[in-house]
């Protein structure tokens, strides 16, 4: 479900305002609050040929809800082993979904997989105490380090502030030696070995 541009940054941080989004984008002609409640429905149609944009009615794996079984599995594993599409695939979770389960998921709003890009590209609809999950698309916080300008720093923060009281809660709920290997661990994974 998401917006590829180049992103014009909100008018709260002094810059520019939003320029229209594309109308194939999921979130073009959302608003609030009905953005809440209503997400765009998914268009059926053929499977996708390689030749049509990319629009909503692939979906952004972000947040997944799957019912898993022996025979999904079997029929995952098939598509797999037999699909000629693999080789056009550009995000091969998000392409195998898509062709898996074509005419037969439902979105969820907005809220429950909010882009952090979202906060600046569709300003008409975001409000940062909705969100529920946030997918930090394109530039990692864990990657990029803390900043403290920028058009992502508000959610960049906000997850350096969740991994610091995460610390904290393994602290306490594992005790010193069995917290420093795991933290350890996780500062390795997020490039921050030296802090």
Not at 125 to 130: G, K, L, S, T, V
């Amino acid at each position: 479900m998401g917006c590829y541009q180049i992103p014009i940054l909100r008018s709260e941080l002094r810059l520019p305002p939003l320029r229209r989004i594309v109308p194939n984008c999921a979130y073009a002609n959302h608003t609030h609050p009905s953005a809440l409640t209503e997400p765009t429905p998914v268009p059926s149609g053929p499977p996708y040929s390689g030749t049509q944009p990319r629009t909503h009615a692939n979906l952004n794996a972000g947040l997944v809800l799957l019912h898993p079984s022996a025979h999904l599995f079997s029929q995952i594993s098939n598509f797999l082993q037999t699909s000629p599409l693999i080789p056009t695939f550009h995000f091969a979770d998000q392409d195998l979904l898509v062709e898996v389960f074509r005419n037969k998921w439902m979105p969820l709003a907005w809220q429950y997989n909010a882009l952090k890009t979202g906060r600046y590209q569709h300003q008409d609809m975001w409000r940062d105490e909705e969100v529920c999950n946030i997918h930090y698309i394109m530039e990692k916080p864990w990657v990029e380090g803390r900043t403290k300008d920028g058009k992502d720093a508000v959610w960049n923060g906000r997850w350096w502030d969740e991994f610091g009281d995460w610390k904290v809660e393994v602290y306490k709920t594992l005790g010193q030696e069995k917290a420093d290997m795991i933290v350890g661990e996780v500062k390795r994974w997020c490039g921050e070995e030296d802090t």
